[in-house]
Nanobody, 117 residues
Framework: QVQLVESGGGLVQPGGSLRLACAAS????????MEWYRQTPGNQRERVAT???????IYAASVEGRFTISRDNAKNTLYLQMNSLKPEDTAVYFC???????????WGQGTQVTVSS
């Protein structure tokens, strides 16, 4: 399966910004969609944003207007620009590649984002 490595997480104050990156081991344009999820301890993973190969980007209501998902297919890299961060955005953020044949999700190892003053 495709290998995914997230980076860019860290500690940021409320109202601040971070840009996460997800480096893939193969062409990300071979997948019908790339996505970002997040998870806090004890909770199921929440889908944050979706970047389809074609069509409009999709965002969770909680991040709409603040986060932007984008991709650089030439570099096999997916990004998540996170602005106006809130404490409730604190989570481990995961990158996924969605397989076209059955919708199977390949997962990265995650990167920690902590929003705190």
């Amino acid at each position: 399966q495709v290998q995914l490595v997230e980076s860019g997480g860290g500690l940021v104050q409320p109202g601040g910004s971070l840009r996460l990156a997800c480096a893939a081991s193969e062409s990300i344009d071979s997948f019908p969609a790339m996505e970002w999820y997040r998870q806090t301890p004890g909770n199921q993973r929440e889908r944050v944003a979706t970047s389809p190969l074609t069509g409009s980007r999709i965002y969770a209501a909680s991040v709409e207007g603040r986060f932007t998902i984008s991709r650089d297919n030439a570099k096999n890299t997916l990004y998540l620009q996170m602005n106006s961060l809130k404490p409730e955005d604190t989570a481990v953020y995961f990158c996924t590649a969605v397989r076209g044949s059955d919708g199977y999700h390949s997962w990265g190892q995650g990167t920690q984002v902590t929003v705190s003053s």
